[in-house]
């Protein structure tokens, strides 16, 4: 089997510049800390599941103190996302976690209620030559992992709309490929969605 290796994509947590969505439920001040929790949570989370390589690939840049913190806490590689859209960040990101890894997965840092189980499975299916998808509950997905970064599943992808998945899904059986599907999950990019996901993940509720 191969070892694949876990890609996390972040945002530097500045206010104004993450989780805008949660205003004016909260300040900017106080969405860049909550963005900042979710990324430590996530690494953690990813650190204890996670057997092979993991990076974290920053936007704009990796020149912020948590970034710095997380890679010398816990051992990651710190990397700058590409230019271009989300796809294109995605598809570097991918491309350079295979040449690595023979297979690599991306994963966003607004689900670290994800659990142990779930980040267990992806990397047992990648590991096994299977192709990954995390779908989450607005259409998208929070996870993809792939043995052959294809650039027909990102490029022309209207990102942030709610049909990126179901485009996503469509595209792979044109070019033979299936994806096996692991647990739906709600990111957390509201009020509303940090409330609800907070009554089952303990430590969000420090934010409500």
Not at 35 to 53: D, I, K, M, Q
Not at 60 to 78: A, G
Not at 108 to 115: F, L, N, S, T, Y
Request: contains cysteine.
């Amino acid at each position: 089997m191969n070892q694949p290796e876990l890609i996390l994509f972040a945002r530097k947590p500045v206010p104004g510049a993450v989780k805008t969505r949660l205003q004016p439920d909260y300040s900017p001040e106080q969405a860049a800390e909550i963005a900042g929790f979710l990324l430590r949570a996530t690494v953690e989370l990813a650190v204890s599941a996670w057997p092979a390589g993991i990076s974290l690939f920053t936007h704009p840049d990796s020149d912020h103190p948590l970034f710095r913190e997380l890679e010398s806490e816990f051992h990651i590689r710190l990397a700058r996302q590409t230019e271009g859209d989300l796809g294109a960040k995605m598809l570097a990101a991918l491309r350079e976690g295979i040449e690595r890894g023979g297979s690599a997965a991306i994963m966003g840092c607004d689900v670290p209620h994800a659990g142990w189980d779930v980040i267990d499975q992806a990397n047992d299916w990648l590991a096994r030559g299977r192709n990954v998808l995390g779908p989450s509950e607005d259409g998208g997905y929070y996870f993809i992992g792939m043995q052959e970064a294809r650039p027909e599943l990102f490029e022309d992808m209207a990102w942030g709309g709610d049909k990126v998945r179901e485009v996503t899904l469509a595209r792979a059986e044109k070019l033979g490929m299936e994806f096996d599907l692991l647990a739906k999950l709600r990111d957390i990019d509201t009020a509303s969605d940090l409330w609800l996901i907070a009554q089952r993940y303990e430590p969000l509720k420090r934010f409500l």
